[in-house]
């Protein structure tokens, strides 16, 4: 395979990942229930995706840098419905 093909793989696959989470953060948007969703997932999940940034910046990955900020975004999102919607 080529360079650009890998990259593109590794595009998609970073679109797919990021894509998987926009509906909890929509759904929990607008229902504002949040009793059942996991706060220390989000913050795993954040603490990770914050690592794969600092790992693709010293690395000079652009793909990865931008997915891994998306992902911080999406999870940042979570976690401030989550702490503001809990009882």
Request: positive net charge; charged residues 10%.
């Amino acid at each position: 395979m080529s360079a650009v093909e890998i990259e593109i793989i590794g595009i998609a696959a970073a679109i797919l990942v990021n894509a998987a989470s926009i509906p909890q953060v929509v759904k929990t948007a607008t229902t504002k229930q949040v009793r059942d969703l996991s706060l220390p997932f989000w913050v795993v999940l954040l603490t990770g995706a914050l690592l794969w940034t600092i790992y693709g910046t010293l690395t000079h990955r652009i793909a990865l840098v931008a997915s891994s900020l998306v992902t911080c975004c999406l999870c940042f999102t979570m976690i401030a419905l989550i702490l503001k919607y809990r009882r």
